[in-house]
């Protein structure tokens, strides 16, 4: 198979998801790799690489480049890039306008690997010129120092089946990243959203791991919650079966205890949470189409008061 052209790749973002996808696409493959960063806190030293650990022990180290201001010295050679994929937290969208600006052009894809089903919405009017995609990200990771990411799962992201969806897949040929382009992308993306709304809330309200879904009274009000969202995902095109709600708790129930997810981490280190991206959105979708959510409207507002900064 011929590789690729190579093509400049901006990673905004180099947070867990951010940090494998630009430390994967920098030492595997041809591209031109820049990570977009925020300056390093007072005292803190720069990132020059990336290390890529995995649980069976073998780990990628990678020295993409990177810039932490989009007009500091030496950043106009960022030029305008071929692709942006967009890996900051939902609520920190409009903070990356300046690197949008400095770095899109018409041609340019945005994939926007961020919680929720309105990345579009969300990131188009802060790249007009580009083309914006959304990304449902299937990648278990977690950043435990500046420049080290322990990935503990295959690095597997569903794209939309278009031109867009898979111009940003065949980016990844010869990594062991997997951009897979879906002809059902709602579906995907609904999905993702249910165990973000459900499992995602419930850990991030008990700061607890993924074990607490194991008891009794705590499954029994997951499964309303998750019955809300997903009569939600059906009304917006979701191909959910009768029973997915009470099948993602059984898929869940059925994973190692001890993972906690990133909005737990959050609530339990006194971050922003994404409330919105996961659970309000459910709300005010629910309101579109006339669906009642009361539990998670009730969720939504203890997230919300749960949230730094809110």
Not at 108 to 117: D, F, H, K, L, S
Not at 161 to 170: E, P, S
Not at 270 to 290: I, K, Q
Request: hydrophobic fraction near 45%; proline fraction near 7%; charged fraction near 20%.
């Amino acid at each position: 198979m011929t590789a690729p052209p190579s093509q400049h790749v901006a990673v905004i973002g180099a947070g867990a998801i951010g940090g494998v996808v630009a430390a994967l696409l920098a030492a595997e493959t041809r591209h031109e790799v820049t990570v977009c960063l925020r300056p390093p806190s007072a005292g803190g030293k720069p990132i020059n690489r990336l290390v890529v650990r995995r649980v069976d022990g073998s780990e990628v180290v990678a020295n993409p480049r990177f810039v932490s201001h989009p007009d500091e010295p030496g950043s106009i050679g960022l030029g305008r890039a071929d692709v942006v994929l967009l890996a900051t937290k939902a609520y920190q969208s409009e903070a990356a306008r300046p690197w949008l600006d400095r770095l899109c052009r018409p041609g340019t894809v945005v994939a926007v690997c961020q919680n929720g089903i309105d990345q579009v919405e969300r990131v188009q009017p802060l790249a007009p010129e580009a083309t914006v995609i959304p990304v449902v990200v299937q990648l278990a990771a977690d950043r435990v120092a500046p420049d080290q990411i322990h990935q503990a799962s295959p690095a597997n992201f569903v794209v939309p089946d278009d031109d867009a969806g898979r111009a940003v897949a065949a980016l990844a040929e010869g990594s062991s990243l997997r951009f897979k382009p879906s002809d059902d992308f709602t579906t995907a993306a609904w999905n993702k959203l249910l165990i973000n709304a459900v499992v995602g809330a419930v850990g991030a309200l008990t700061i607890r791991d993924i074990s607490v879904m194991g008891r009794d009274d705590i499954r029994a009000a997951a499964l309303v919650l998750a019955e809300e969202v997903a009569a939600v995902a059906r009304a917006e095109g979701a191909r959910f079966t009768p029973d997915a709600a009470a099948a993602m708790l059984e898929k869940i129930a059925g994973r190692a205890a001890g993972h906690l997810s990133s909005i737990a981490a959050d609530r339990r280190d006194g971050r922003p949470l994404e409330w919105d991206a996961r659970n309000a959105v459910v709300s005010r979708l629910g309101r579109r189409h006339g669906i009642p959510t009361p539990t998670n409207d009730l969720v939504t507002a203890l997230l919300r008061a749960c949230s730094a900064g809110d």
